[in-house]
């Protein structure tokens, strides 16, 4: 198994302006009446495309997630099945096939030269939106920045808006706490790795020590600082929520996220970004560590644990300050500021739905992201609403598509009223009478990552093709 198959399989268990070629087979596996497209793009990318007989004249624009760069054109199977029935024409393109799956480099330009593909071959939508999916939240929230005139409104889910570089910096903060304060005597390699089996390798290395520290009080007050830093959210899937204030439950259902692999997918996330971005863009050099613990909803859990422990937790704090001194490659930053970030502005509407308990993407970055919107002058332009269950990306059929109602419902009226309000948005999806539904009133922390945003005022110049 190659380490591209390993990272893609990890994935899944977890979460160019010229066409030079298109077919159009007679049937699809939706239906004998939707017409399926395909195409491949100047930069090797692909795209596919399927238009229902009784196309009702909106297209959807779908960006995939971190994964195999294979074209997709919906968030999910059921999605796909319903938003066909409904009579939306669905697109999506693969992303450049020969880069990282950071494909971030190629991605927007991609997505526009998709639209434009398609357009060639099924005439001028009424209505294009830009839908995308945890990475490709990120890509969507770079076309709802750069899409206007293009694309009418977007709709994100569970996306990773927060941008490469503050998702490499706070996992570098728990990677870095682990390998401290559990691995002291090994000099383990957390940035810069050069194959995936290094990030393979390192992966394993601070999973079993996790594992390990599970078994004394003492580790797992070390966890949850960890998990702290790492803005891992205290509820597992299966499980009931533990209270407020059982704080060992809530690091028991912590350690369970851990359990699962999900250190594999950070460190194989990490190779691939620094792949596309050329060298590592987090950087802990400077960084408080007792100040970032602080700034953490998670921090009266740690210091809980820490007491029945007995443990002196201003002891690890001063020790991982002390010891803090991993810089980034200045280039590989302005690459990722360049490729990997968002919220610079908006030129359409933007609603982006996360689930509360997101073991992949916080729920914390939705506030990291609106904040720049808002400092951009956009902030009337987006809307953010939150489904309370587990799960990366784990959302019902109802709920994505009573979103993308609310976004067209924007679009049509000029304003967003109330339907984006969680009693609406929750009134709708049930109404459509498909799977259920569980938005609720909710506010997300401030993400914990301790680092201003290498971020400039302005938008980035679009890059070619976009």
Known sequence: ?????????????????VVLSVTAPAAHAEST????????????ATWIADVPADWNGTLLLFSHGFGPTVAQDAPSAAAHTELLAEGYALAGSSYDPKGSMW??????????ATLDAVKAEIGK??????????????????????????VDGALGLCGLVAGATDLDNYQLDAEYAIARLLL????????????????AATAGRLTAAV???????????????????LNLPAWAPGQDRPAADD???????????LAQGLLSFVEGGRYAIEQSVGGNNSWNQGIDYGAQLAQSVHAPQVRALYRTAELDLHADLRALTHGADITADPAAVHTAQL?????????????????????????????????????????SMLRQAYVERQGHCAFTTAETVAALHAVERRVDTGHWGGATQPAALQKAALGLGLDGAAYVPYRPAELTVGRAAPLRTGRPAPRQGA
């Open 1 to 17: 198994m190659t380490a591209r198959t390993r990272l893609a399989r990890t994935s899944a268990a977890l979460g160019a302006a």
């Open 184 to 199: 002291p005597a090994e000099d383990l390699k957390l940035v810069n790795f050069a194959s995936q089996a290094e990030a």
């Open 33 to 44: 009446t939707t017409q399926h497209l395909t195409g491949t793009l100047t930069d090797g």
């Open 125 to 150: 939508p009424r209505r294009t939106y830009s839908v995308g999916q945890s990475m490709g939240g990120l890509v969507n929230a770079q076309i709802a920045r750069d899409g206007a005139g293009r």
């Open 103 to 112: 494909a971030l480099e190629s991605a927007e330009r991609d997505q526009f």
């Open 211 to 229: 594992t390990a520290a599970q078994a004394t009080a003492q580790g797992r007050a070390r966890v949850a600082l960890a998990a702290a830093f």
């Open 247 to 257: 704080w060992a439950g809530q690091e028991e259902q912590q350690y369970a996220w």
């Open 339 to 379: 490729t990997s970030s968002a919220g610079q502005g908006l030129g359409v509407p933007l609603l982006d739905i996360h689930t509360t308990a997101d073991n992949l993407v916080p729920v914390e970055q939705e506030n990291r992201f609106a904040d720049r919107v808002r400092a951009s002058g956009d902030g």
